[in-house]
């Protein structure tokens, strides 16, 4: 292409879509070459930054693998990642979202509703219960439950290589009123990867690594939107300053303390034990 300058280059890029282009693709690559290159301009950037840029790009490919995203990582530590959540999120009709994260692993283990999945874990012992609903309140029987979470450790067993396969994963059905329940150690508050390129753009940023304790959901059921969110520890010193956005005010609950030990007894704890209520709403597909 001759008579190329600094001028007209964006022009020249965007032209060269042909006629018969996918609208909506067309719509993103458009917008999407003129925001880089108004930020390449904004920020006159040098070859050497666009060079160390390709190279955190290149280094994030090369530590990605089917269970570990560095790129989903990047995505939620610069709040990208939250902002597509909060533009589709479902609520106030249903329960809000909150990123997948990089660590969720699909077709994990079966579990009853009421059934353990603390094992050999040690941490402050618990449950959590509640229901899954249409935005009604009706019960949604046979939805399927996604759960994850990290040892006490703060650590996710697909990159632990001391933890058992599946380790505090766990797929559940809800039961006829949809609901469910399991048993689980409290989670804790953790840090995010520190052997990748996501690290080092935190620390160009002066930021916390810190995530506040949470359990991962992903729940889905036919004929309704599946839902990923999160429940966060309403106390957690993390709890406004989640590293990657992810806290929703409707989503910060009570891991609330319970010293029944007849309550205890129906999930076969020890008082005194802790206890989430939360019933998860899902809106029509
Ligand atoms: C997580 O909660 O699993 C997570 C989310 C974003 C970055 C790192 C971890
Ligand atoms: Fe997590």
């Known amino acids: 292409m001759k008579n190329l300058t600094k001028e007209n280059v964006t022009d020249k890029v965007l032209g060269t879509f042909p ?8 719509e993103i690559l458009t917008s999407l070459i003129k925001h880089l290159h108004l930020f390449v301009r904004d920020v006159s ?4 930054e666009w060079l160390t840029a390709m190279d955190g790009l290149y280094r994030a490919g090369e530590i990605s693998n089917p269970v570990r995203n560095e790129f989903i990582l990047i995505s939620d530590l610069l709040g990208v990642s939250s902002l597509v959540d909060l533009i589709n999120d479902n609520a106030p ?37 509640g229901h899954v609903l249409t935005p009604e309140g009706k019960p949604i029987p046979g939805a399927l439950l ?50 990748g390129p996501g690290w080092e753009l935190l620390g160009m940023m002066g930021r916390n690594p810190w995530r506040p304790a949470h359990l991962h959901f992903k729940i ?5 939107r599946p839902l990923v969110t999160e429940l966060f520890v309403e106390d957690d010193p993390y709890i406004d ?5 992810g806290v929703r005010n409707s989503l ?34």
């Open 146 to 195: 996604e759960i994850w979470q990290t040892a006490e450790n703060g650590l996710y067993e697909n990159v632990d290589p001391d933890q058992p396969k599946s380790n505090l994963r766990r797929r559940m059905k809800t039961g006829p009123e949809g609901n469910y329940a399991f048993t689980t150690i409290q989670p804790v508050s953790y840090q995010v990867p520190d052997d």
């Open 252 to 285: 910060a609950v009570s891991f609330a303390t319970n010293s029944s030990q007849q309550d205890a007894d129906q999930f076969n704890l020890k008082a005194p034990f802790w206890q989430v209520e939360f019933d998860f709403k899902l809106q029509s597909a």
């Open 241 to 245: 300053e989640d590293v990657v956005f």
């Open 93 to 129: 009709i249903a329960t809000e979202t909150s990123p997948l994260g990089p660590f969720f692993v699909k077709d994990a283990p079966l579990l009853e509703p009421g059934g353990d999945m603390i094992e050999e874990n040690s941490g402050t012992q618990g449950v959590v219960r």
């Open 45 to 48: 950037l040098t070859t050497g």
């Open 220 to 224: 889905s059921a036919e004929g309704f």
């Open 19 to 26: 006629a018969d282009t996918n609208p909506r693709e067309r």
